[in-house]
T-cell receptor, first 111, second 114 residues
Framework: DQQVKQNSPSLSVQEGRISILNCDYT??????FLWYKKYPAEGPTFLIS?????DKNEDGRFTVFLNKSAKHLSLHIVPSQPGDSAVYFCAASVRVGMLTFGGGTRLMVKP | EPEVTQTPSHQVTQMGQEVILRCVPI?????FYWYRQILGQKVEFLVSFYNNEISEKSEIFDDQFSVERPDGSNFTLKIRSTKLEDSAMYFCASSWDRTSYEQYFGPGTRLTVT
């Protein structure tokens, strides 16, 4: 099942710089997208979401951009902090209920 | 801050045994889910549960699996006869209701089948 893909398994960024995490999807029926952060030995933590009727949603240091024509979304973290080091998952939903997850991107923010 | 809790954190069982994984969703949430993540693979949806019945289930959720809300707080996943390939992290999640996309996850139960 490759409906949601995160092509970069890892990303390393300097503290204070921007982190950009990318996600691509194939199912045009997806109408809602979410980003989760996961630390080792913990469950995914909800970060930010976006409806398909929008192209941007911002919450503090986190901004999600959606490009429906390209079936692409990205998560921007500005400025990046060492505590942001975690695995980030994008997820998508056709309707309320089942989430389809990407494979995750491990972000390392270096002090 | 309210959170989803899961017990046990780690369960080791022998192949063919029954296991019950327990979850306490956030108290005023009405929609409940189970997901699993096999080591090195994606988080996969198993089942959703609303109003005391299954709303949706994936192909993974076969007759060996069942879910139950035995009381007002617990939500359980039972695997009747475990197989080696059931070894995974199992995550419970909950959301407000059927209009809410955002799901809140518990810390997971690591199931090891030997």
């Amino acid at each position: 099942d490759q409906q949601v893909k995160q092509n970069s398994p890892s990303l390393s960024v300097q503290e204070g710089r921007i982190s950009i995490l990318n996600c691509d999807y194939t199912n045009s029926m997806f109408d809602y997208f979410l980003w989760y952060k996961k630390y080792p030995a913990e469950g995914p933590t909800f970060l930010i979401s976006i409806s398909s009727i929008k192209d941007k949603n911002e919450d503090g240091r986190f901004t999600v951009f959606l490009n429906k024509s390209a079936k692409h979304l990205s998560l921007h973290i500005v400025p990046s902090q060492p505590g942001d080091s975690a695995v980030y998952f994008c997820a998508a939903s056709v309707r309320v209920g089942m989430l389809t997850f990407g494979g995750g991107t491990r972000l390392m923010v270096k002090p | 801050e309210p959170e989803v809790t899961q017990t046990p954190s780690h369960q080791v069982t022998q192949m063919g045994q029954e296991v019950i994984l327990r979850c306490v969703p956030i108290s005023n949430h009405l929609y409940f889910y189970w997901y699993r993540q096999i080591l090195g693979q994606k988080v996969e949806f198993l089942v959703s549960f609303y109003n005391n019945e299954i709303s949706e289930k994936s192909e993974i959720f076969d007759d060996q699996f069942s879910v139950e809300r035995p009381d007002g707080s617990n939500f359980t996943l039972k695997i009747r006869s475990t197989k080696l390939e059931d070894s995974a992290m199992y995550f419970c999640a909950s959301s407000w209701d059927r209009t809410s996309y955002e799901q809140y996850f518990g810390p997971g139960t690591r199931l090891t089948v030997t």
